[in-house]
């Protein structure tokens, strides 16, 4: 009879084990525990289950590990996408001269109707001053030459202004477009190694589930063994 390498103690007749007919993951798990065994060794057909349980546990627990690790790596790729792109309006405002801010909000307020309307009020208010109020002595007769040439001042100062401001949106159009083209680049690499990373885990969990059909077509062809075994006896 065959001495178990595990226990050292005999091996009941049909229980016997050759160490060279286990599958090589549940060998390397083996070798783990007793590194001195070799093929020609035996062990019984308990330990090898015994083992076998316990590569199929070890498995399952690696598969786990896997895909918390995606997760992980997916999380952190969203979060550094967020970071990415939440302080664009803050830096483009910090580049930003006094000049330049000074400019955008004459431009911001020259196109809206508060500017409309208070000016259209003071031309109002000048010509009725100087029509009604000081008709013997105008500061401004008519055809109030002073005030067509404060609208000329004015739509002269004004018309640069407006350009500076207009150049300014042009740039932040630029900044923020070379913005999304990074973000877009650094999704798209995202995507694609994302993809990469579902197609290996794929792979890796086809070859596991065969692996582990394996394992259990083997505890099959032990059982129907056994029961041959005990249709022989009787």
């Known amino acids: 009879m065959e001495i178990s390498h595990i226990n050292k103690k005999e091996i009941p007749a049909g229980e016997e084990i050759q160490i060279r007919e286990i599958r090589e993951g549940i060998f390397n798990l083996l070798k783990k525990d007793f590194p001195h065994l070799e093929k020609h060794d035996f062990i019984t057909l308990t330990e090898l289950n015994r083992y076998r349980r316990l590569y199929l546990t070890s498995l399952i ?3 786990k590990g896997e895909l918390a690790a995606i997760d992980i790596d997916v999380m952190s790729a969203i979060q550094n996408n967020s970071i990415l792109s939440e302080n664009i309006q803050e830096e483009i405002e910090a580049e930003l001269t006094l000049g330049q801010k000074l400019a955008d909000h004459v431009a911001a307020f020259g196109g809206s109707w508060t500017f409309i309307i208070t000016f259209f009020l003071f031309i109002l208010v000048w010509m009725l001053v100087n029509i009604w109020f000081l008709a013997t002595k105008p500061f401004d007769p008519f055809p109030f030459i002073l005030l067509n040439l404060i609208l000329s001042c004015l739509a002269a100062i ?3 202004i407006i350009m ?5 949106q042009e740039q932040k159009d630029r900044i923020r477009g070379e913005h999304d083209y990074k973000i877009n680049l650094k999704a798209e690499l995202e995507i694609k190694l994302l993809s990469e990373k579902m197609d290996h885990i794929l792979v890796h969990q086809n070859k596991k589930l065969l692996e582990i059909q394996e ?9 129907m063994k056994e029961l041959k075994g005990l249709k022989s006896g009787k």
């Open 215 to 223: 394992i259990q077509t083997d505890y099959l062809e032990d059982l």
């Open 61 to 63: 627990t690696q598969e």
């Open 158 to 160: 004004q018309a640069p």
């Open 164 to 168: 500076m401001s207009q150049n300014r």
